[in-house]
């Protein structure tokens, strides 16, 4: 079979013949229909994110059919439409046994430590593959398996309840998912925090309030907009310290920050008035669990989460075509996310 595959750090995908992998009792072998592009994708290509064992097929937002069935899997058969959770879990160990398998420590990313979906066909232990309802496109089943579940794990990290208000710091790929999830929880005021006017205006299109980072500080421009009160619940998206200090300074009282972007530099915080005396929390977020998907496959299913057609871009299996993708993300500031398509029919 064909894949596009990463041989050396630094350098383009190549493409490769490989064989059809062989699977075992607990796996299934699925047909690749949608293969997104993601920005990890372009920092385990560069070396920004290290990877020991090479060659290996990039990859890890996956849709497409089951082809196999390995003899222990029930849940799915030949012929299911079928998107992928991205970890490679063991199932057995203190973490995966109370569904908390991100911390497994025999844990393999698809497409990174594994394998992954720039081919035609991957293996997946069969746990890994939900059923995706045919009202869901295989493009958009493949690229919700990344930020969009990641986004609604913030949501449920940050306990996000009906009513409640939240600041959305960054508008990119996570943010685009959470402010959809966010009203599919029945939230109040959205507001969202960003720098460029044209995230700010999509932002607006989508019911959200706009707060310009550009034109004084959010914090303040957060505190005015719900008099003085500060919000329940705040995204931190970006990855920088300076906004991190802002999700958490501009929550109410028994307000939560959930932080999600990813930084070396160290935050302060003052403790009295802006942590303890509001009972306020900051909450880590890292990946998201298998158990939070169908939650997510329903929302994407229902409609509540959405992505528009103008949004998306395709490309062949084809290692110029990806490598052209990968390269776009240097200077990328919009929604448009390139999904390659690898077959188009059952
Ligand atoms: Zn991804
Ligand atoms: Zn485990």
Same mark, same amino acid.
């Given at each position: ?16 013949e490989?064989d ?8 299934v072998?699925?047909r ?23 060659p ?6 996956i ?17 299911d ?9 063991c199932g057995?160990c ?7 398998e ?25 746990r ?6 045919? *009202? +869901?496109?295989?493009?958009?089943? =493949? ?5 969009? #579940?990641?986004?609604?794990? &913030?949501? $449920? ?6 009513g ?5 710091f960054g508008?990119?790929?996570l943010?685009?998912?959470?402010l ?5 929880f ?7 925090v *960003? +720098?460029?006017?044209?995230?700010? =205006?999509s932002a607006?299109?989508?019911? #959200?309030?706009?707060?310009? &980072?550009? $034109? ?5 421009q957060?505190?005015?907009a ?6 329940d619940?705040s ?14 300074q ?8 959930a ?25 880590g ?6 158990a ?5 496959i ?14 998306l ?16 993300f240097?200077?990328s500031?919009?929604?448009?996310r ?5 077959a188009?029919?059952?």
């Amino acid at each position: 079979m064909r894949a596009v595959r990463l041989t050396q750090v630094g350098k383009p995908l190549e493409e490769a013949e490989v064989d059809r992998p062989e699977i075992g009792a607990s796996d299934v072998l699925i047909r690749v229909a949608a293969s997104g592009i993601c920005h990890s994708d372009e920092h385990y290509r560069a070396g920004i994110s290290r990877i020991d064992r090479l060659p290996v097929t990039l990859g890890h937002e996956i849709a497409g059919w089951i082809e196999k069935v390995g003899g222990d899997i029930k849940h799915v058969t030949r012929g299911d439409r079928v998107c992928v959770h991205y970890l490679a879990h063991c199932g057995s160990c203190e973490f995966c046994v109370r569904g908390l398998e991100q911390f497994c420590r025999t844990g393999e990313m698809i497409g990174k430590h594994r394998d992954g979906g720039y081919a035609e066909f991957i293996k997946v232990p069969g746990r890994n593959a939900f059923v995706l309802p045919d *009202e +869901i496109p295989f493009e958009i089943g =493949a690229i919700m398996m990344c930020s969009s #579940a990641t986004a609604l794990h &913030a949501l $449920k990290k940050a306990r996000l309840k009906p009513g409640e208000s939240i600041a959305i710091f960054g508008f990119g790929g996570l943010g685009f998912s959470a402010l959809q999830l966010a009203r599919a929880f029945d939230c109040d005021q959205i507001y969202v925090v *960003e +720098i460029n006017p044209a995230k700010l =205006a999509s932002a607006k299109m989508l019911g #959200a309030s706009p707060i310009d &980072a550009t $034109k004084g500080n959010p914090v303040e421009q957060i505190a005015q907009a719900t008099n003085g009160k500060g919000v329940d619940v705040s995204l931190e998206l970006i990855g920088s310290a300076k906004t991190m200090q802002q999700a958490v300074q501009c929550l109410g009282a028994l307000g939560r920050a959930a932080l999600v972007g990813l930084t070396a530099e160290s935050m302060s915080i003052f403790p009295y008035g802006e942590l303890v005396n509001k009972e306020v929390e900051i909450i880590g977020v890292s990946d998201h669990l298998a158990a939070e998907l169908p939650t997510l496959i329903e929302f994407a299913r229902s409609g509540k989460l959405r992505f528009p057609s103008d949004a998306l871009r395709f490309v062949d299996l084809d290692a110029q075509q990806i490598n052209a993708s990968l390269n776009a993300f240097q200077n990328s500031i919009d929604h448009i996310r390139t999904v390659i398509r690898v077959a188009s029919d059952g």
